[in-house]
């Protein structure tokens, strides 16, 4: 299933529709955290969940592996990449950091990662950044700041801030590694394939972390309590696997090869306010007057961002998402 990203793509309706991807995947992978920690409170450990979450899912994505198997001839590097960056690296990292500083501080510095894709792609690949996705960003980390509540209970364990900064270089890692090739046309990396190589590949590296063969199996034939209802462990594993990982990769890669890291990185920020009004719904964590301010300032990051138009260099045409853009107005380069 190639994924085309010609410039005609890449209009309005081609941006809509990855604006929509992006939503998805936002929303999908912000189902994952409310699902999980009844699992977690029932006797699962959480490196433990995490394994169940990627194993599980490279499961079902196993047929689009051996569909796409020239991909580990043509890409390996890639599909390595991905499998330890964007699947091991950043979940491994971020549950880690849950161990030595709040929940709160390790989200937030995990969502940094649009701000260091921005600086990947003004610094690294040297192109300019328009002044709204930049703009986006720092609204958008700043309603993060005010959703997960920051200021509660801050520790400066080092190891814990480097392991959560860890994790945001991985989610770096995730929109990067998920835009090579979709310059290529027809030619890019399969995404599906791509994703279910990473998802082996993840699988594999956190076996080594998460040892499952020590795990409480009996766990998830029993049930979970979800804010005093009771719910089978297997239904909660079965979204976490089905919905918050395999559509929420689908749904996120092809929204990096719509947009662009960058912008796309940005709009990945409200799956923190998803969790969190998720926690609300289900699990009785009520929100508070800073969080529905801050989950506010976080959706008007997010338009800011996905709807700023891309500058010109002076030696030509900019490319983002992978594809040449056309030039915005004079003044909107940062």
Same mark, same amino acid.
């Given at each position: 299933?190639?994924?085309?990203?010609?410039?005609?793509?890449?209009?309005? +309706?081609?941006?809509?529709?990855? #604006? +929509? %991807?992006?939503?998805?995947?936002? #929303?999908?992978?912000?189902? *994952?955290?409310?699902?999980?920690?009844?699992?977690?409170?029932? +006797?699962?450990?959480?490196?433990?969940?995490?394994?169940?979450?990627?194993?599980?899912?490279?499961?079902?994505?196993?047929?689009?592996?051996?569909?796409?198997?020239?991909?580990?001839?043509?890409? @390996?590097?890639?599909?390595?990449?991905?499998?330890?960056?964007?699947?091991?690296?950043?979940?491994?990292? =971020?549950? *880690?950091? #849950?161990?030595?500083? @709040?929940?709160?501080?390790?989200? %937030?510095?995990? =969502?940094?990662?649009?701000?260091?894709?921005?600086?990947?792609?003004?610094?690294?690949?040297?192109?300019?950044?328009?002044?709204?996705?930049?703009?986006?960003?720092?609204?958008?980390?700043?309603?993060?700041?005010?959703? /997960?509540?920051?200021?509660?209970?801050?520790?400066?364990?080092?190891?814990?801030? %480097?392991?959560?900064?860890?994790?945001?270089?991985?989610?770096?890692?995730?929109?990067?590694?998920?835009?090579?090739?979709?310059?290529?046309?027809?030619?890019?990396?399969?995404?599906?394939?791509?994703?279910? =190589?990473?998802?082996?590949?993840? &699988?594999?590296?956190?076996?080594?972390? &998460?040892?499952?063969?020590?795990?409480?199996?009996?766990?998830?034939?029993?049930?979970?309590?979800?804010?005093?209802?009771?719910?089978?462990?297997?239904?909660?594993?079965?979204?976490?696997?089905?919905? &918050?990982?395999? /559509?929420? =990769?689908?749904?996120?890669?092809?929204?990096?090869?719509?947009?662009?890291?960058?912008?796309?990185?940005?709009?990945?920020?409200?799956?923190?306010?998803?969790?969190?009004?998720?926690?609300?719904?289900?699990?009785?964590?009520?929100?508070?007057?800073?969080?529905?301010?801050?989950?506010?300032?976080? #959706?008007?990051?997010?338009?800011?961002?996905?709807?700023?138009? @891309?500058?010109?260099?002076?030696? +030509?045409?900019?490319?983002?998402?992978?594809?040449?853009?056309? @030039?915005?107005?004079?003044?909107?380069?940062?």
């Amino acid at each position: 299933m190639p994924v085309h990203t010609s410039e005609s793509s890449q209009g309005s +309706g081609g941006k809509g529709v990855g #604006l +929509g %991807l992006a939503l998805a995947s936002a #929303l999908t992978f912000g189902g *994952a955290g409310p699902a999980a920690k009844p699992l977690i409170e029932a +006797g699962l450990d959480p490196l433990h969940v995490v394994w169940l979450r990627v194993a599980g899912a490279a499961l079902v994505m196993l047929p689009f592996a051996v569909r796409h198997r020239a991909l580990v001839r043509h890409r @390996p590097a890639l599909l390595a990449g991905f499998g330890l960056l964007a699947v091991a690296g950043a979940q491994a990292c =971020y549950f *880690a950091a #849950l161990s030595r500083i @709040p929940v709160g501080v390790a989200l %937030l510095i995990e =969502y940094l990662a649009p701000a260091l894709v921005l600086g990947w792609v003004r610094f690294v690949q040297r192109r300019p950044v328009s002044r709204a996705a930049a703009l986006g960003v720092v609204l958008a980390a700043g309603g993060l700041a005010c959703v /997960v509540e920051v200021w509660a209970g801050l520790s400066l364990d080092a190891l814990g801030l %480097l392991l959560a900064l860890g994790a945001a270089c991985c989610q770096v890692g995730y929109f990067v590694l998920s835009d090579q090739g979709a310059e290529a046309g027809d030619q890019a990396p399969n995404p599906l394939g791509v994703i279910a =190589y990473g998802l082996l590949v993840g &699988a594999a590296v956190l076996s080594v972390l &998460a040892r499952p063969w020590g795990m409480d199996w009996s766990v998830l034939a029993g049930s979970a309590d979800m804010d005093g209802t009771a719910v089978p462990a297997f239904v909660l594993l079965g979204w976490i696997v089905l919905v &918050a990982t395999v /559509v929420a =990769y689908i749904t996120g890669v092809l929204s990096v090869r719509r947009l662009s890291p960058q912008v796309a990185g940005v709009v990945a920020c409200l799956e923190a306010v998803v969790a969190t009004v998720l926690a609300w719904v289900l699990l009785g964590e009520h929100l508070s007057a800073p969080q529905i301010v801050g989950g506010a300032v976080v #959706l008007l990051g997010a338009f800011i961002a996905q709807s700023s138009t @891309p500058a010109k260099a002076s030696g +030509g045409p900019v490319a983002q998402g992978g594809v040449e853009r056309e @030039p915005s107005a004079p003044g909107t380069a940062v």
